[in-house]
């Protein structure tokens, strides 16, 4: 019976459900973070070899931005992002 449900037990059900996904999502966030860290001095060294900026972000997933972004700062750049 639906009526019988109480309103914490539904935040607890909404809570339970955002627990999974969300753990997910942090984790791949984790590994981008690591695979952006790999691949910023990749990207500074093709740009420096003359790859033009739209075939770095074609085979990178990238946005053009990004990549004239990461050539300016250089492969010291900060992170990309703050994960909260």
């Known amino acids: 019976m639906a009526h019988d449900v109480t309103?914490?037990?539904?935040?607890?059900?909404?809570?339970?459900?955002?627990?999974?996904?969300?753990?997910?999502?942090?984790?791949?966030?984790?590994?981008?973070?690591q695979a952006e860290a790999e691949l910023r001095p990749?990207?500074?060294?093709?740009?420096?070899?003359?790859?033009?900026?739209?075939?770095?972000a074609d085979l990178t997933g990238l946005s053009r931005n990004t990549v004239a972004a990461w050539c300016r700062k250089g492969s010291?750049?900060?992170?990309?992002r703050a994960h909260a």
């Open 76 to 80: 010291t750049g900060g992170p990309s």
């Open 7 to 33: 309103p914490e037990a539904l935040r607890a059900k909404a809570v339970e459900a955002l627990r999974a996904p969300g753990e997910r999502r942090k984790r791949l966030l984790t590994e981008l973070d």
């Open 42 to 56: 990749l990207v500074v060294e093709a740009a420096r070899m003359e790859v033009p900026a739209v075939q770095i």
